[in-house]
Each structure stands twice: as C-alpha cells, then as structure tokens.
C-alpha cells in the first residue's frame, strides 16, 4: 500500500534546472503569484500547487543549509551560506508570502474549495496572516542567526580522559564505565567544560529571549510564551493544560521514577546513589554495546524496521542509497539528533552524534519513526498539507521506539541482553516526563518575566528542578552544574516551547504501544493511516485515526503509568 520509491515533486511552475542563489533569482516567481488572476476553482488550485512548488523548493534549500552547517560547525562557508539565507533572502520572502495569504482568504473562489479538506490549511494561513508584521521580519533574520550559534558553541566542547579528546556526546560512554571513580571524573569534566562557556551561553539566551519578547509585543500579544503557542498552532489545549500537565506528574509519575531509582541503588549496591551512577550497571555486567560503527547502526536498524513492516526497511534504505544520514559523534559536529523532512526530494535526513551506546539506538529507531513520517505524508498535494502538528510528529517517532523492541534481537544476540536493553528504554520512558515538565515550566516563568536577571532565572530555574527532583540521588556538592543544567538543552535556545510536545506525545505513544500488543498489525495499520494524512485533519482527530484520545489528563496519565509499570514488571 505505501511505497519508500519516493519520487521529486515534479515541477511544473519552476524551470528544471533552479537554485536558490540570491533574492533575483526568486522574486519573479512571487510576482508572478502575485500578479496571476485567479478566474475560477481550478484556477486557484493551480495557483495553490505553483504556489506550494515553489515553497517546497525554498524550504528544501533552506534545510540543506542548516543540515550542512550543523554537520560542520567548523567551515566558516557553510555557516555564511546559512546566514545569508536567514539574513537576504527570508526576510524578503516573508512580505510576499503575507501578500500571497491575504489574495487567497481572499478571493471570492476560496468558498468553492473542498472546505473539509482545506480547513487546517486554511485555519494556519489565517494564523499566519494575524501574526505577520513588517517589523518583526529583521527580528526573525536575527533571531535565526543567533539561534545556530548554540549549535557551534556547544558542538566545539570537547573533553580528555585517559589522554585522548572526545566529544560530550562520546564522553558519554565513560559514564556507563564499572569503574565508579571514573565515572565520577568524566561526569565532572563533562560539566566542568559546560561551565567554561556559561557566560557565553547566558548571553546568548539573554539576546533571544529579548528579542522573542520583543517580536511578540510588536504582534499585540502581552508575552512571548502567548504569541509562540499562536505561532506553533496550538488550537487543541492551552498554557493551563500544560499546568496539568505539570501536576500530573508530580501526582503520578515520580511515585514511579523514585521506584526505578530505588530499584537502581540496590543493583548497584551503593549508600548513596549520585548521578554519575545513573547509567551504570552493577558490578560484573558490562554496558550495552549494540553496535560499533554509525554504519553497523544503520544496517541493524534497517534489519529491525524491515521485521517489524518492510515498508520501514524501505524508508531507511533509500535514505542510505541517498547519503541521507549522518549518524556519527565527532568534532565540530553540534549536538543532538533530528529527522529534517525534505520538501521537494521526498526522503528526508537523519542527523544524530552516536557513540556506540544504547540511548544512541533509542534515537535512531526515534528519527527513524520521524523519517517514516515524512515518507507517508509526501505525496501530499501541497506542502502546506505536509507540514503536520509536532504532537502527532513526535507521536509517530515515540511510538516506533516502542514498537521496536520486539524486533531489537537486530542489535542484541543474547536474551539477557535484550531484556536490560527493554527495560532500559521503558525506564526511560517513565524517567523523562519530569525533564519535560522541568524545561516546559521553566519557559513558562521565563517569557512570563522577560526582563529578569540571571540571579533571578537561577533561583526560578533550582526552585523548579527542585520541584521535580527525585528523592534518591544524592545532588550534595554539585550545586553549580545542577543551576546551569538548563544549558544543555537545546530546544530552549534553537526551537523554543517546543518540548511539552514529547510529553504529549510520549501519552500518545504507549496508547499506540498498548493497541500493538494486542495487535501488531491493526496498530501500525492505523498509525501509518494517521501519519499519511499530514496536516490535512485537526490533532484530535489525527489522534482519533491513530486509535488514541487526544487527551493528557491527569487520569489517563495515570492509566498510562500503571501499563508500562506492569510491561516492566513482566521483564522483571
């Protein structure tokens, strides 16, 4: 039924032969747009695809830039051909774009469309066009500019144990070491090196969040936090369910993470549990290696995704025939993983730093589900329609970390193994609501007080760690790395209030891991359904396709919680 040969989107408005080089080359096109009568509904919906075939190939050449400068943060060319994007050649698209929204609300065709159809397209484009101001355009180039210099700051950091350099993301590894006194001096030195560029990073933060507060003020709204929920198309729940939100896991969640770490400080035979303990194993039990090699990655997880349907085999292969990946930890490289959907050329791009551990697979199989996204949802008519909600997005890349598991016998060849590798992930599961709710809350107080000085974001940022804080580890002496733990967490600078959505859709996700156990193929039957609608329905009901409710209440929270409690039991 659904196919990874995916196929460009033919062009049929643009020349074959077109690139992004500079402002000339493009405005002809917008006028064009602009200036076309629209005499009828085919005419406007031809006018809509050369309109969306032209969005895709900008956007396409937008993220070829951000992919090659994040994969290299290092090459000064990269970098400039990202800015110079940011800074000549989005800000004079977006007053045509605003101009090209208001000609299609518009025209008097526009009521002839298949409203139904249309809706979600047509209710983001009004959204746009409240939100659009002349004004804010120089703030937005700016703010694009500053947001990837956290990726070139933190990308640079690097540490020395045992006489050779390596990454954070590849220090790592030291943590899962037997050895405690190690682990305890490669948890040290990973921090100590985040602190050398606190200042520079505080700067940084004090100039966006000046700027977002600004940008939203410009737009009639009283705060950042309001505009951003507008801007990211928050239609179906508001700030106070994100409250909820919060409660819900104080109430149900830590009960269960105080367990897990509990649990771990027995294993581990420990008095006091500290967090260079937290991926440790107990004495005699070597760390999980699944794989050696970003290649060796690849191949294992296209083994997994091929068990599970060979229509997910397929994506990940022709992503490789592609050179559409880029998995490997090194230096230069900036942090984190994503799954960049490619507009035009279908098949999207994974980027991730892993270093041959276990959470590296769980980010694998994660981007892997967003790749599978991209793929249902391309032949999608319009690239409006494409642009699906995050909640649902992370939905499908949660979902397929769970789903998985049944097939993780690709990365581990004994029983023993697979087993800590299951329980491993369900932990991590439980384990992250309260980072989630941390970092959501903390946006929260900081676009609600944008004037605040960095004494007064540290004393808000303690207070509400605290306010999630487990009572197992002992945090006694590590008072400076816990107040700057924030930094590391890249969406606060780069893709801000873009986070409650892993929790969200983490509820999602063991919804769709609760239908797979009692039936593997009606499940994936109905997330591929859900995924392969895009943005065409509204998140209740992509959710309603998927099986789920749309619904992160504290009682289906706690619903939530007692399943996977009784999965990790049974592994027990």
Request: aromatic content about 12%.
């Amino acid at each position: 039924m659904y196919s990874a040969d995916i196929q460009k989107t033919t062009r049929s408005f643009l020349p074959a032969i077109f690139e992004v080089t500079n402002w000339d080359a493009i405005e002809p096109f917008f006028k064009t747009l602009l200036d076309r009568d629209i005499t009828g509904k085919d005419s406007l919906e031809q006018w809509l695809s050369d309109q969306s075939e032209l969005e895709a190939a900008i956007s396409e050449d937008a993220c070829w830039r951000q992919i090659k400068m994040t994969c290299d943060t290092e090459n000064k060319v990269l970098e400039e051909a990202f800015n110079f994007f940011c800074l000549e050649i989005q800000p004079r698209i977006q007053p045509f774009s605003d101009a090209l929204n208001k000609k299609l609300v518009h025209s008097p065709y526009l009521k002839d469309l298949d409203q139904a159809r249309y809706f979600t397209y047509l209710r983001s484009i009004r959204k746009s066009i409240e939100l659009f101001r002349e004004e804010n355009i120089a703030l937005q180039a700016e703010m694009a500019v500053l947001q990837q210099q956290f990726g070139q700051i933190t990308g640079a950091m690097m540490v020395t144990v045992n006489g050779e350099e390596y990454t954070l993301q590849q220090a790592g590894k030291f943590l899962e070491n037997p050895d405690r006194s190690l682990r305890e001096e490669v948890y040290r030195k990973i921090q100590d090196r985040r602190l050398q560029d606190k200042a520079i990073l505080d700067e940084l933060y004090d100039k966006l969040v000046g700027l977002r507060n600004t940008e939203a003020i410009n737009a009639g709204f009283t705060n950042y936090r309001d505009y951003r929920f507008k801007e990211l198309g928050r239609f179906d729940y508001t700030k106070e369910d994100c409250f909820q939100f919060h409660d819900a896991v104080k109430l149900y969640v830590m009960p269960l993470v105080n367990e897990i770490y509990r649990h771990k400080k027995i294993m581990l035979g420990l008095q006091q549990l500290r967090p260079w303990d937290a991926d440790a194993e107990p004495e005699g039990t070597l760390p999980l290696r699944p794989f050696t090699t970003g290649d060796q990655l690849l191949e294992k997880s296209i083994a997994c995704f091929t068990k599970m349907r060979p229509f997910f085999g397929e994506c990940l292969q022709k992503m490789k025939s592609l050179h559409h990946l880029d998995l490997e930890s090194r230096k230069g490289k900036a942090p984190g993983g994503y799954n960049c959907p490619l507009a035009e050329s279908g098949a999207p791009f994974i980027f991730m730093n892993a270093a041959g551990q276990m959470h590296d697979v769980t980010t694998m199989v994660h981007e892997g589900g967003h790749a599978v996204h991209s793929f249902l949802a391309h032949p999608l008519k319009l690239t409006g329609f494409k642009e699906y909600p995050m909640e649902i997005a992370e939905v499908a890349s949660m979902a397929m970390e769970l789903f998985s598991m049944d097939e993780w016998e690709s990365f581990f060849d004994n029983e023993e193994d697979l087993t800590r590798a299951k329980n491993h992930q369900l932990e991590r599961v439980i384990t992250i609501f309260p980072w989630i709710a941390v970092i959501d809350k903390f946006q929260h107080w900081i676009y609600e007080h944008p004037s605040h000085s960095h004494a007064e974001r540290t004393e808000q940022w303690i207070c509400i760690l605290k306010e999630f804080q487990d009572e197992v580890f002992d945090y006694t002496g590590l008072e400076s790395y816990r107040a700057n733990a924030w930094q590391r967490q890249l969406h606060l600078y780069e893709v801000p209030f873009y986070y409650i959505e892993y929790g969200i859709a983490q509820l999602g996700a063991i919804g769709m891991w609760m239908q797979y156990k009692r039936n593997p193929g009606t499940a994936l039957d109905k997330y591929c359904a859900a995924l392969s609608l895009g943005a065409t329905k509204t998140l209740p009901e992509l959710y309603d396709t998927a099986g789920l409710e749309f619904d992160f209440a504290p009682a289906k929270i706690k619903i939530l919680m007692d399943f996977v409690k009784n999965e990790m039991d049974k592994l027990a």
